[in-house]
């Protein structure tokens, strides 16, 4: 079985995990965006890499295979009436797809929830990634609605699920 280093990512790793979001989203319509990646620059990273480090209910994990960030998984707690929520997303490189890396950050990511005391973690998935989809199931995260036409790719729109996982 191949080896993974899987550590919360530091603000030193913020021209890793720009270079790994872009080329995740020049290989899948699934993310919020695209081959052009996030449009923050290296500095604006390592700033949110760091504010992430700081909230107790928060935090970004990067997966490392031979020196090379593979993949990420964030956990973004709530602010106000809605702290005892956060939201995860997740992203891995195509050549490590079907690997288990995905699996490997959701259970790290839900560790850490609940030791942060989140009782609810939600996510938001296209209706027709079936195999996010589930994922996310055999973690438990259980269907909560659809949102019509989220994306709209082109001309082509697509809708959301909207997963939740009620840690309570």
């Not at 690997?99 to 942060?116: D, F, P, T």
Request: glycine share 12%; proline share 2%.
């Amino acid at each position: 079985m191949e080896q993974f280093e899987i550590r919360e990512l530091a603000p030193e790793d913020a021209e890793a995990l720009l270079a790994c979001l872009k080329r995740t989203g020049g290989e899948t319509d699934n993310l919020t965006f695209g081959k052009e990646g996030l449009s923050v620059t290296v500095e604006q990273e390592r700033e949110h890499l760091e504010q992430m480090r700081c909230l107790e209910n928060s935090v970004h994990y990067g997966v490392w295979k031979d020196g090379e960030l593979i993949g990420n998984g964030s956990l973004n707690g709530l602010p106000r009436r809605m702290s005892h929520v956060a939201e995860i997303g997740l992203g891995v490189v195509r050549d490590h797809w079907n690997k288990g890396i995905g699996g490997m950050l959701v259970e790290r990511l839900i560790g850490y929830a609940r030791e942060a005391g989140i009782e609810i973690v939600k996510l938001e998935v296209r209706s027709d990634n079936g195999a996010a989809i589930h994922l996310y199931e055999k973690y438990g995260f259980k269907c909560a609605g659809r949102m019509p036409a989220y994306f709209k790719i082109g001309e082509t729109y697509f809708d959301f699920d909207i997963m939740c996982l009620d840690l309570r």
